[in-house]
């Protein structure tokens, strides 16, 4: 059962606030990793490198959670567990681009390595629990 994101959260996507993004590895032990990431509507977007630990296990079993802190109140978060929905390279490049303007202020990703294939996953949140004001 789908769940929107509360209002009063929401601005958590407008800050460079990481998240940590929690998938499953194939004999189901967590696998944790920061990423950057966006609101799309209802959905959570975040961007990777194809063949990536978390891009492989995302496309066995598309199980996720995510914590995000507001970066200006560590007492105040958001925990969202849900389902990766749609796994896409189309847009992917210019979407790291525009990630690496909201995390680091710069117009291109520069960290791109050579022959790398950006993705983006979309999450469609389930349950959420929050903390803070």
Partial sequence: MSQAIPEKYRDLFTKRAFANLATLMPDGRPQVTP????LEGDLVVFNSA??????RNVRRDPRVALSILDPENPYRYLE???RVVEITEEGADAYIDKLAKKYLGQD????????EVRVLYKIQPEHMTMMGS
Avoid at 35 to 38: A, E, Q, R, T, Y
Avoid at 108 to 115: H, L, R, T
Wanted: hydrophobic fraction near 20%; include cysteine; glycine fraction near 14%.
């Fill in 35 to 38: 990423v950057w990431c966006n």
């Fill in 50 to 55: 194809k063949g990536r630990q978390k891009d």
């Fill in 80 to 82: 969202i567990r849900g």
């Fill in 108 to 115: 291109k990703y520069p960290y791109a390595q050579p022959g």
